[in-house]
């Protein structure tokens, strides 16, 4: 069964960076893509942006535009998604997510999720 | 940047049809999907392509489009649907994603 498995929960400093791993089983990774979404305390969810299994090409969020990378690790099936020059309002749960392309692509599978709490 | 927007809240009483809306201008052309999240969760997928139900969720989960708006409609809605509900969908050019702004559904 496909599951997707994160790195542990963090504290970070303002200023700091940040990298969350997401790791992959029960399917061949480079057939699809992982997406990040992540959601603040008692707000929505966000759409940070998608990288390919495949080749490693990516689509940010224009908010995160200049401030985080996505990458992929093929030969551990792992993806990661690094935050840099992080504030108090990037303190979220930052979930990975497989894509499954039918009509759209969308998500159906999700990590367990990454409490980030960025603090002085 | 491309927006869903959602009403922040619904309420409805146990049984009764509960409709939740997502308007979008590229809706005509890209599907919408729609996620269930309970307090604590990882959202779940409820429909998919409009109006698509995925296995394991109930028959009263339905959705529809029409124009700009995507709608997700529970009829016979049950105390267990409480949940926030976010719309989801991609914007014209195919390259960006992007939720709705949330929908709180209170039965009670």
């Known amino acids: 069964q496909v599951q997707l498995v994160q790195s542990g929960d963090e504290v970070k400093k303002p200023g700091a960076s940040l990298k969350v791993s997401c790791k992959a089983s029960?399917?061949?990774?480079?057939?699809?893509?992982i997406t990040w979404v992540r959601q603040a305390p008692g707000q929505g969810l966000e759409w940070m942006g998608w990288?390919?299994?495949?080749?490693?090409?990516?689509n940010y969020a224009q908010n995160f535009q200049g401030r985080v990378t996505m990458t992929t690790d093929t030969s551990t099936s792992t993806a990661y998604m690094e935050l840099r020059s992080l504030k108090s309002d990037d303190t979220a749960i930052y979930y990975c997510?497989?894509?499954?392309?039918?009509?759209?692509?969308?998500?159906?599978?999700w990590g367990q999720g990454t409490l980030v709490t960025v603090s002085s | 940047s491309y927006e869903l927007t959602q009403p922040p809240s619904v309420s409805v009483s146990p049984g009764q049809t509960a409709r939740i809306t997502c308007s979008g201008d590229?809706?005509?052309?890209?599907?919408a999907y729609w996620y269930q999240q309970k307090s604590g969760q990882a959202p779940v997928l409820v429909i998919y392509?409009?109006?698509k139900r995925p296995s394991g969720i109930p028959e009263r989960f339905s959705g529809s489009t029409s124009g700009t708006m995507a709608t997700l409609t529970i009829r016979g809605a049950q105390v267990e649907d409480e949940a926030d509900y976010y719309c989801?969908?991609?914007?014209?050019?195919?390259?960006?994603?992007?939720f709705g702004g949330g929908t709180k559904l209170t039965v009670l």
């Open positions: 997510a497989r894509d499954v392309c039918g009509g759209d692509c969308y998500l159906v599978y």
């Open positions: 029960g399917y061949n990774f480079i057939n699809y893509g």
């Open positions: 990288v390919s299994g495949y080749n490693g090409s990516r």
């Open positions: 590229a809706l005509p052309k890209k599907y």
């Open positions: 392509d409009d109006s």
């Open positions: 989801y969908s991609t914007d014209s050019s195919n390259t960006h994603r992007v």
